[in-house]
């Protein structure tokens, strides 16, 4: 099994979209960065994946998705009225995919970025690489326990 972060604004779509989308799942669809493609094609069936809400207040970590299919053709990028089209890409050759994800828990405060920072264990933690972009992006295992254990320790202080 392997470890994955994919950022989402929650303005665009939340956790909570997440939660309320049939089978509290969903296609991760619009990725239009090459690498960010690319990791999601390394992506399996039962990847666990940090749902990271970006251009939030605060930003960071709000849950844990799983992956529930594996990369396939991304059909926004072939419909000219969808904001992700992309003339390039064709049903023959399909520049961009997507993979489907399914909500498994939904934190209850969210792990801010400042937070990750403050965390031995994470200084090289692709997320908080100065100058890192990427929507999706690969999670050590030993990062994504850190991680975990934050999780698990907000949860218990609240409650208290």
Same mark, same amino acid.
């Given at each position: 099994?392997?470890?994955?972060?994919?950022?989402?604004?929650?303005?665009?779509?939340?956790?909570?979209?997440?939660?309320?989308?049939?089978?509290?799942?969903?296609?991760?669809?619009?990725?239009?960065?090459?690498? =960010?493609?690319?990791?999601?094609?390394?992506?399996?069936?039962? #990847?666990?994946? *940090?749902?990271?809400? $970006?251009?939030? /207040?605060?930003?960071?970590?709000?849950?844990?998705?799983?992956?529930?299919?594996? =990369?396939?053709?991304?059909?926004?990028?072939?419909?000219?009225? #969808?904001?992700? *089209?992309?003339?390039? $890409?064709?049903? /023959?050759?399909?520049?961009?995919?997507?993979?489907?994800?399914?909500?498994?828990?939904?934190?209850?405060?969210?792990?801010?970025?400042?937070?990750?920072?403050?965390?031995?264990?994470?200084?090289?933690?692709?997320?908080?690489?100065?100058?890192?972009?990427?929507?999706?992006?690969?999670?050590?295992?030993?990062?994504?326990?850190?991680?975990?254990?934050?999780?698990?320790?907000?949860?218990?202080?609240?409650?208290?």
């Amino acid at each position: 099994m392997k470890y994955w972060l994919m950022k989402s604004e929650p303005g665009s779509f939340s956790i909570d979209d997440l939660k309320r989308a049939p089978k509290k799942t969903t296609c991760w669809d619009g990725v239009r960065n090459y690498q =960010a493609r690319n990791f999601m094609r390394e992506m399996e069936k039962g #990847d666990q994946v *940090f749902y990271y809400h $970006s251009s939030a /207040e605060p930003t960071g970590i709000v849950g844990i998705a799983e992956v529930s299919r594996k =990369a396939y053709p991304d059909h926004t990028a072939l419909d000219p009225k #969808d904001h992700h *089209f992309d003339p390039k $890409s064709t049903p /023959e050759n399909p520049i961009w995919e997507m993979v489907d994800i399914k909500l498994v828990r939904v934190f209850p405060d969210t792990i801010t970025l400042d937070e990750l920072r403050s965390h031995a264990g994470l200084e090289n933690m692709e997320l908080l690489r100065k100058g890192s972009r990427l929507s999706v992006q690969p999670v050590k295992p030993e990062e994504w326990q850190i991680i975990l254990k934050i999780a698990e320790k907000k949860e218990k202080a609240k409650t208290k």
